[in-house]
């Protein structure tokens, strides 16, 4: 083991039996925490259906309706690596009830909106309780649960819940919106996180280091406004263009600022993020085949939702009920991916599920405009969220394994920060592919013409993210 950690090799022996059984408190530390990754996951699309009610009900002009989801994805991408190194230095525990506090206070203030203003500072609010979050939860959950196939569990159970509730959020939002009100796309959050906040106290245990070092100011604020750059820079691109000059001055400024942060950590006392974590090819390969996880199933669903409602003419909601069996295969991955990895190796699993989402996504490029073409669509999503999960377990595992638990915040707000940014970064790039393919004013073949391109890069992409595995061999000697 000394060796896997010096080198970051994620291959590992496996636990003896006696140690892969859960106990009664760790089954009610896992329900909570999943409850609270699977409610944030939920946010990331439960807005998307309800947009057009939400503008239409508070007078917003077409053109900010962006900022909705821009909002969230600033402060939820900008603030997570922060939060993530803050939650090692002053308490997981601490950080992740202040962080469900604020996530229902903000969603009760966002139902109770009566103005464009007041929903935006909500979704920003909401953005970061999810920086604070989801790396604290992650961090106490690898710290509650010894590496190896107890973790692997909770990982894979994790990734599953997570994923599902980022289609489930379409599915949630347009019913919620449809049957009562857009407003409950936000009180949904509150008794959830409520129950949340009740019981987390009595079952999970405060997890930080003995020593506080300083925090790392100079580190913290070129990281965050690089990355508040960046992401701006992405979504600025997704609407007016990838030759937009502010879209590329943002993403000028946000490389910039990155650099800048890789210079002060290498000559900060206390860093951000420690230089030698970044050189592990377990964090380093393992947040690329992340980030092209993240990247290439969340543009997809984006991809298919145009399909669906663009070529076969379904409805807002029948899309979003289409994606059903997408959260099926995702559950069926997270539940299995564990045994998988105790198996073959979290490397080999990394590439069978890079092979299965790549094939499942090429396999799209059969579709049709007739609606016989929907019984493909399923199969293929659903065979394709299974592959997916096991590339997101597997990237779980890999980034989290062989840091010691002082650490593992840093780890959880690096792995996060990746989420993050691929969830972003997908949808403008495949976005700019079909539009830049069907034309100003495409007809039907001309935008399934569009989605074939996209979808061909979705594909191309994943065998990128498998080629990427095989920097995580475990070095000589």
Not at 31 to 44: G, H, I, S
Not at 205 to 213: F, G, T, Y
Not at 246 to 268: I, Q, S, W
Not at 365 to 385: E, K, N, R, Y
């Amino acid at each position: 083991m000394a060796t896997a950690e010096a080198t970051g090799t994620v291959e590992r022996p496996q636990q003896a039996s006696g140690t892969s059984r859960l106990t009664s408190r760790q089954r009610v530390v896992l329900v909570v925490l999943l409850v609270a990754q699977f409610m944030l996951a939920v946010d990331f699309s439960i807005l998307n259906v309800a947009l057009p009610a939400i503008g239409a009900g508070l007078g917003f002009p077409l053109g900010d309706l962006q900022w909705i989801g821009t909002a969230f994805a600033l402060s939820a991408a900008g603030f997570t690596l922060l939060f993530g190194r803050v939650a090692d230095l002053f308490g997981r525990r601490r950080l992740f009830l202040l962080g469900l506090a604020l996530l229902g206070a903000s969603s009760l203030a966002g139902g109770l909106a009566t103005g464009p203003a007041v929903l935006i500072a909500a979704r920003v609010a909401q953005g970061l309780a999810t920086a604070a979050v989801t790396p604290a939860g992650l961090a106490l959950l690898t710290t509650s649960f010894p590496e190896g196939p107890l973790r692997d569990r909770a990982l894979g159970l994790n990734g599953a819940l997570m994923s599902a509730g980022f289609t489930a959020g379409a599915v949630l939002g347009g019913v919620l919106t449809d049957l009562l009100s857009w407003r409950w796309a936000f009180f949904v959050n509150v008794p959830v996180a409520l129950g949340v906040l009740l019981i987390a106290p009595g079952v999970i245990r405060e997890s930080r280091p003995d020593a506080r070092p300083r925090l790392d100011l100079p580190g913290a604020l070129s990281v965050t406004l690089g990355l508040l750059s960046l992401v701006y820079g992405l979504t600025r691109a997704g609407l007016a263009g990838w030759g937009d000059p502010l879209a590329l001055g943002a993403l000028g400024l946000g490389a910039a600022l990155l650099l800048v942060f890789h210079a002060v950590e290498r000559r900060a006392p206390a860093p951000l993020v420690p230089v030698a974590v970044l050189r592990r090819r377990s964090v380093v390969w393992g947040n690329l085949a992340g980030l092209i996880a993240f990247l290439t199933e969340t543009s997809l669903v984006f991809l298919l939702t145009l399909y669906l409602q663009e070529v076969l003419d379904f409805s807002a909601l029948a899309a979003g009920l289409s994606f059903g069996v997408l959260g099926l295969g995702t559950v069926l991955g997270g539940a299995t991916a564990a045994r998988l990895i105790a198996a073959t190796g979290t490397r080999a699993t990394l590439v069978v599920g890079g092979l299965v989402q790549a094939a499942a996504t090429a396999a799209l490029l059969l579709l049709g405009q007739g609606q016989s073409s929907l019984w493909l669509l399923l199969a293929a999503t659903f065979v394709g969220g299974v592959g997916n999960m096991f590339v997101i377990v597997g990237f779980m595992v890999t980034a989290t394994s062989g840091l010691p638990d002082h650490e593992q915040g840093l780890a959880t707000g690096l792995a996060t920060m990746t989420q993050q940014i691929g969830i972003t970064l997908g949808t403008p790039v495949m976005s700019a592919i079909v539009a830049a393919r069907a034309g100003g004013a495409p007809s039907v073949p001309a935008v399934l013409d569009g989605i074939a391109l996209a979808v061909l890069v979705n594909a191309a992409l994943v065998l990128v993210g498998v080629l990427a595995t095989a920097f995580l061999r475990p070095r000589e000697g």
